[in-house]
Structures are given as structure tokens and as C-alpha cells.
């Protein structure tokens, strides 16, 4: 990390988080900034939310340090936890691992669990509740990466639930509530968790790291005990000092898919080898936003951003292919993280975007011409051809240059059918304008802002001698 990195785990507090219309104010891009550093360099951050919401999330855990303890100390056999990813969206009630000493309640809306005599379950209290605080939280969270990214508002829409839930739909997110190590219950505590000549044995060997499958997960639990890798390949502890209404979040996996690798999904363990003695166990909430079973992660967002999107990315993945697929966690960890665009921060803690700084040196010299064309092409491309495909409902398929560059004339080629529906200009290659030689952007300019060229007094000679200024639109 660059020396101007957070000295610890970042904290956030979920009202400068919430958007509102017009530009972003202060407290809203420092706190989006430090989301986004904590997440380049902790894979982590912690959420404080309002201290009303407090009291719910505390009774909630003390509401399943409840229904645990009255669980029987050996689940039947129905409810033992085969981990099989087909069934990702569908988990719903209780279920246990013996072999990692975990009970799970899983809180879907739209699925009603029972036990396996179909008897009515009775779950921990209140957990719609903190199924809409959490999941309101998720989304605003996913909202601010979403804008250190440079994407449009709220990009992700397409591939999350309705809000609410139509008519028999049933939730791809998920609330979790867990236990560790519960004393009566028959699991882990079979093995011996005490070497005579070593001492204690710690509980997360290396091969039980998880990664979450979610766009993003918030998790908030009554003891410390949950690690995260950090960017170095270090083990921090992120929960050590949580207050009653702090949570941790940390991004998963589909949204390492979403940003074509730029956010890094969070590695992470939970210890439970201190909670010996201890009469209940570890209880934790944990909420991961999930995307929709039946629909598909795409980078085309990134792309419309101007983000380099690697071959690996390139093709949307149906989600429910993605989540029953392996994903080994050594080839996640060596790519680019997106600190890179955060906003500068200043020493009294102020918001100074270097754009500005740029701005105000710009004015003391005139820009070259064909820096000049570069600049206008790009922004015709942001504010017409966007405005232009939104307007006739075309979801824009943005290629790299050099795709661009062998199917430009060819008819059958991936984006043939849009670039003929938005009426793209003939011979220019799609939604690259910025490459183009300056005559090329004339012609693309010309063609969306006619006349552009009769108002633009442009020598190009410096810069490639025998052109004319003037060319007209194709």
C-alpha cells in the first residue's frame, strides 16, 4: 500500500453512505473513500450504523444464543450440512456441521422451513427486521463502491431482487444466523481439541478459509473471533473491537466477477479455540447480498466506465453456473485493486479531487488540438451515445479496441446489430472515438454534433500535417 493508507481497518458510518440527488457532498465521498481503501487494503471494512439500530441487533443475538441452547445436543441426520452448491439459493432453517462444530439458521423470505416431522419451526426473533436493515445497508454499501468505480447510479439493479419481493418470489439473499463451538452440541468437541505437549489447537486450519459467493456481506457477531487476509497476506482480526451497532462488510466473490477483478473478494476464518469454558458458544449475524439465480454477471458496466476488462472477464456468466462452480481462492489474490480510484484526501480531512488541481493548470496553457479532439470525442460519447441508447432502450455492448478493430466492417460481427440500431457512424470503430486519428474523431463528432466543426476553429498541422479541419460526416 501506498504510505498514505489507513492505519487500520476502516470505519464508516452508514448515514454518510446514503445517496441523495444532485452533487455528492463531502461526507458522502470521504466516506466512500475510505470504504474503498479499507476494502484495497483489509478486504474489510466496519459499518456503524445509527445507534437506534442498536438494540435490534443486539436482541437478535440474544435471541439465537436462545434458540440454539435449546437445540438437541446432536441434529437428526436430514439436517446435517452436505454443502452442496446446487442448493445455493434454496438453504432455508436449521441445519449443522459437525466437522467445523457450526449450527446455522438461514433466513430466506419466501420460504417457509419446517423439521423434518414437518413440524413449525419457531426461528430467533426478529429476524425480518434485521433482514431489511442489513439488506438496505448491502445495497448502499454496493452503491458507494459503485461510485469510487466511476459506474452509473445503482449498476447493479439487473442481477439483485425486487424491493420488495413480488408475488411467490423467494429471496436470493440470505440471512444467517450461526454458532460456534456450542458446548452441547456434539460436534467438533468428539475430536480432541487439546494437545497434551502443544497446548490449544487452533481452530481454523488453512484449508477451512472461506471465500463468500456474495456481491457483498455484513456480518456482526457477540465475540471477537473472525479473520480477514489483508493485502500483504496477513491475518487481521476485524471484529476485536466492535461496538453494539458496527458490523463488518467485505465484498465476495460475484462482485469480484461484476468489476472484472477489481474489487478482491474477502478471505476469511473464524477462530473458535478461545471459547473453551464459555457456556453458550459464538453467535454471529450474517447477511450476504446475493445476485439472482436466473440472471447473469456481466462487466459491460466496467466497460462503459472505461475500465480495462481482462479476456477472462469478458463474457457474462449465468449466475447460477457461477455459484455451483470452483473457484480456486490462490488465483484471486495477484490482480489490481480499485484504491486506485478513490479520491485524494486531504490533510484536514477534506475532499480535494485532483481533477480540480488539473482544471485550474489547464487555464495557464491551451490545450493542443488533437488533445482537444480527444477530450470532445469522449465527452460526446459519455453524454450522446449513452443518452442516445437509453433513450431507444439499447444496452450498449462496449469492445476493446482491438476487437473493434478486426470485425469493424464486417455485418455479423458481435456488435453489428447495435452499432446499426443506434445509427453509429459508418467506419468508426464502436465506443472508441478517443483512439482515433483526428480525422476519424471530426467525422465522429460531425456526426452527432453537426456543424461541430464550423464552430471549432481547429488547426491540426502540428499534429498531422495535411489534414483539413474539415471533413464531413459520413
Not at 497476506?233 to 466477477?257: I, K, M, N, S, T
Not at 477462530?271 to 453467535?283: A, D, H, P, T
Not at 502540428?462 to 459520413?474: C, D, K, M, V
Request: charged content about 20%; hydrophobic content about 35%; aromatic content about 8%.
Amino acid at each position: 500500500m501506498a504510505s498514505n493508507g489507513l492505519p487500520s481497518l476502516g470505519r464508516v458510518k452508514l448515514t454518510d453512505l446514503m445517496p441523495s440527488e444532485g452533487l455528492p457532498s463531502d461526507s458522502y465521498k470521504l466516506s466512500a473513500t475510505t470504504l474503498s481503501q479499507s476494502f484495497a487494503q483489509y478486504s474489510a471494512a466496519i459499518i456503524q450504523f445509527p445507534a437506534s439500530d442498536g438494540p435490534l441487533l443486539r436482541s437478535c443475538l440474544e435471541s439465537a444464543r436462545l434458540y440454539f441452547h435449546q437445540r438437541p445436543s446432536y441434529p437428526a441426520a436430514e439436517m446435517i450440512h452436505t454443502n452442496d452448491s446446487r442448493e445455493w439459493c434454496k438453504t432455508s432453517g436449521y441445519y449443522a456441521d459437525p466437522q467445523q462444530w457450526q449450527e446455522t439458521y438461514d433466513y430466506r423470505p419466501g420460504m417457509t422451513p419446517s423439521e423434518p416431522n414437518n413440524s413449525l419451526e419457531f426461528p430467533p426473533a426478529g429476524l425480518p427486521d434485521i433482514f431489511a436493515l442489513l439488506g438496505k445497508a448491502a445495497r448502499e454499501i454496493l452503491d458507494a463502491i459503485s461510485y469510487c468505480l466511476n459506474l452509473r447510479s445503482s449498476p447493479f439493479t439487473e442481477v439483485l431482487d425486487n424491493v420488495p419481493l413480488r408475488s411467490r418470489e423467494v429471496s436470493s439473499s440470505v440471512l444467517s444466523v450461526c454458532c460456534h463451538a456450542r458446548p452441547s452440541f456434539q460436534g467438533a468437541q468428539h475430536h480432541n481439541l487439546t494437545n497434551q505437549e502443544d497446548g490449544p489447537l487452533v481452530m481454523y486450519p488453512e484449508q477451512d478459509h472461506h471465500v463468500d459467493k456474495s456481491l457483498v456481506s455484513i456480518v456482526q457477531s457477540d465475540k471477537a473471533g473472525l479473520h480477514v487476509r489483508d493485502f500483504h497476506g496477513r491475518w487481521v482480526l476485524v471484529d476485536g473491537d466492535l461496538g453494539p451497532q458496527e458490523a463488518v462488510v467485505f465484498p465476495g466473490l460475484a462482485l469480484y466477477q461484476a468489476t472484472a477483478g477489481y474489487v478482491n473478494p474477502a478471505l476469511h476464518r473464524t477462530e473458535v479455540n478461545n471459547l473453551q469454558g464459555n457456556m453458550y458458544g459464538r453467535f454471529s449475524l450474517s447477511f450476504k447480498l446475493m445476485p439472482k439465480s436466473m440472471s447473469s454477471l456481466s462487466c459491460s458496466e466496467m466497460r462503459a466506465a472505461g475500465h480495462g476488462v481482462e479476456a477472462q472477464f469478458q463474457l457474462p456468466v449465468p449466475v447460477d453456473d457461477f455459484m455451483q462452480r470452483s473457484h480456486p481462492t490462490d488465483q484471486l489474490f495477484n490482480r489490481q485493486s480499485f484504491q486506485t480510484f478513490t479520491f485524494p484526501t486531504a490533510q484536514d480531512g477534506s475532499i480535494k479531487p485532483s481533477s480540480r488541481r488539473r482544471k485550474s493548470n489547464s487555464r495557464c496553457k491551451p490545450l493542443p488540438p488533437s488533445k482537444r479532439l480527444r477530450l470532445e470525442a469522449q465527452r460526446v460519447l459519455k453524454e450522446r451515445v449513452q443518452e442516445i441508447a437509453d433513450k431507444k432502450g439499447i444496452k450498449l455492448r462496449f469492445c476493446n479496441l482491438r476487437e473493434c478493430e478486426s470485425h469493424i466492417h464486417a455485418l455479423d460481427s458481435p456488435c453489428a446489430n447495435i452499432r446499426m440500431e443506434i445509427k453509429w457512424p459508418a467506419g468508426v470503430p464502436f465506443v472508441h472515438p478517443h483512439d482515433l486519428p483526428n480525422k476519424a474523431k471530426i467525422s465522429f463528432l460531425e456526426a452527432y454534433e453537426p456543424g461541430w466543426t464550423a464552430t471549432h476553429d481547429m488547426d491540426l498541422s502540428p499534429t498531422e500535417p495535411g489534414q483539413s479541419s474539415q471533413h464531413s460526416a459520413n
